[in-house]
């Protein structure tokens, strides 16, 4: 699996991007996904994931309520809204497809990123205060 994620920038806080990430192969479908990201110094920490149906979803605590994933399986796109941007969001942001078909908030959010198989390259979203 090859994964692309676009979408990042430069946007005033209080702003909205939306990010794309989106996923080779036919496999898509049957893979949870999820969106990490790293600031400066700082190390790689889970954002958000969503169960290869959609029907499940997961946050950070420090997101929610601002960002929605979702995923578009006819396209092997998964999107990462975020909205009411602030400086703290700052970050590379990097999308992960988790091919063991395990569902559920331990598997996705509290493995952090050993729950995931590949990876792709990151996007940079910046907010400056």
């Known amino acids: 699996v090859q994964l692309q994620a676009c979408g990042g920038g430069l946007v005033q806080a209080g702003g909205s991007l939306r990010l794309s990430c989106a996923a080779s192969?036919?496999?898509?479908?049957?893979?949870?996904m999820g969106w990490f990201r790293q600031a400066p110094g700082k190390e790689r920490e889970f954002v958000a994931a969503?169960?290869?149906?959609?029907?499940?979803?997961y946050y950070a605590d420090s997101v929610k309520g601002r960002f929605t994933i979702s995923r578009d399986n006819a396209k092997n796109t998964v999107y990462l809204q975020m909205n009411s941007l602030k400086p703290e969001d700052t970050a590379v942001y990097y999308c992960?497809?988790?091919?063991?078909?395990?569902?559920?908030?331990?598997?996705?959010?509290?493995?952090?990123?050993?729950?995931?198989?590949?990876w792709g390259q990151g996007t940079q979203v910046t907010a400056p205060a």
């Open positions: 192969g036919r496999t898509f479908s049957s893979y949870a």
């Open positions: 992960a497809a988790q091919s063991a078909g395990y569902s559920g908030s331990y598997y996705l959010r509290g493995l952090g990123e050993r729950g995931y198989d590949y």
């Open positions: 969503i169960s290869w149906s959609g029907g499940s979803t």
